[in-house]
């Protein structure tokens, strides 16, 4: 979370020219609500079970920059199947990184609902303690906090 997945990505599909992708604005449409509403009526289980559902119906027709949440790799054997389906990409940041980044921004994040300031970058850093097993299985593993979005295409064409 905050690590600029989406702007990162719409910045890759653009320069390569393919579709971009986002899973959480494609489950909200699905479901007609917000990923926070679907958490806070639905719990997180059942958001991870239609998120991973989700993903696997994704099968564009074309080249795609798909943008997935933190959370995804760590659950139903995400990672497996992106990293069948496709190249993963991690953009790699601290957890002093990430809490000055979502600071700055307004978007709703649910697992951050009722962390009290003082607690956001232990619970950042326990979160991403706990995920950085999935996350470094990763094609790519790049900085998030100073991304070269031509370094990330370069790499991607040696793959």
């Not at 719409?10 to 909200?28: G, H, Y």
Request: hydrophobic content about 30%; proline content about 3%; overall charge negative.
């Amino acid at each position: 979370m905050g690590s600029g997945k989406t702007t990162a990505g719409k910045e890759l599909a653009s320069l390569k020219n393919w579709k971009f992708i986002d899973l959480d604005q494609e489950i909200e449409k699905k479901e007609g609500k917000s990923i926070g509403r679907i958490f806070s009526e639905n719990g997180e289980e059942y958001f991870r079970r239609i998120e991973a559902e989700n993903l696997r119906e994704l099968s564009p027709d074309v080249d795609a920059v798909i943008s997935v949440g933190g959370g995804t790799p760590c659950f139903h054997n995400n990672m497996d199947f992106m990293l069948k389906r496709g190249i993963v990409i991690y953009l790699k940041m601290t957890p002093a990184e990430i809490k000055s980044r979502i600071e700055k921004d307004d978007t709703e994040r649910p697992l951050l609902k009722g962390i009290e300031e003082k607690e956001m970058l232990d619970y950042i850093g326990r979160k991403l303690g706990e995920r950085e097993k999935y996350y470094e299985r990763a094609n790519i593993i790049t900085d998030g906090y100073n991304i070269d979005i031509r370094q990330i295409d370069e790499e991607i064409k040696n793959l």
